[in-house]
């Protein structure tokens, strides 16, 4: 929902990823050498962006997230167990700042990640991990940046890259490439894409996902 002008915009965002491949450093591993098999979640999420002039804005976002668990552990510590949870995830405010160019195509997005979903979920057998709950516990710093540009003026086809850094997550570092599609139809907004993995590097082993669905509608005020 990159802005394209004063005023408010609010959205709704509806992402899904299945993480079923083990992966360790940046190559894949044997699903035997990690006791989690599947992370399935669905996340939904509330947005509210309001720009107050061409060069500065707020975005907040508040997500919920329905994870479905399935990881090694029950009674007798090697059963194959399946778990649900849901709950709140950490909510995003960042700041806007879009005063490079008059038509607000590139822009600075900075704020922080806020420890406000569950990172203490428990089960009878203690089998949710700290990496498998819906929040991190953790406070992040967001920076990053994006840029709009031209296809087609003819029929206003238009394109946009993105970059964010999630700190302190670094040492679970993945780079993915996302197209997608947008639709505007003011005060209207739909906007979907399927993001792919380029690369991948983590510490020990976990589970990742082949790829991350996206869809967002939005209305402009």
């Known amino acids: 929902m990159i802005p394209t002008g004063a005023g408010i915009e609010t959205f709704f965002d509806y992402d899904y990823q299945d993480q079923n491949r083990n992966w360790s450093g940046s190559s894949e591993a044997p699903a035997a050498d990690n006791g989690d098999k599947d992370i399935r979640t669905s996340w939904y999420n509330i947005g509210y962006q309001e720009m107050f002039n061409r060069s500065w804005g707020l975005r907040v976002e508040v997500p919920y997230e329905d994870r479905h668990f399935v ?5 007798s510590g ?25 038509d607000l195509s590139s822009g600075l997005l900075f704020g922080l990640k806020l420890p406000t979903g569950s990172y203490t979920t428990e089960d009878a057998f203690d089998d949710i991990d700290r990496d498998s709950e819906i929040g991190s ?13 031209n ?22 570092e993945r780079i993915l490439a996302a197209p997608g599609l947008e639709i505007d139809y003011h005060p209207f907004k739909v906007y979907a894409d399927v993001e792919l993995p380029l690369y991948y590097h983590f510490t020990g082993d976990q589970l990742v996902a082949k790829t991350l669905f996206r869809l967002s509608i939005s209305t402009m005020f």
């Open 151 to 172: 296809i087609d003026t003819d029929y206003g086809w238009s394109g946009f890259t993105q970059a964010l850094v999630d700190l302190p997550v670094l040492s679970q």
């Open 78 to 102: 090697g059963d194959i167990v399946a778990l649900n949870f849901s709950g709140l995830g950490d909510i995003r405010v960042e700041g806007v700042y879009t005063g490079f160019s008059p």
């Open 137 to 149: 516990g953790s406070t992040d710093l967001l920076l990053g940046g994006f840029e709009r540009f």
């Open 71 to 75: 990881t090694t552990g029950g009674a």
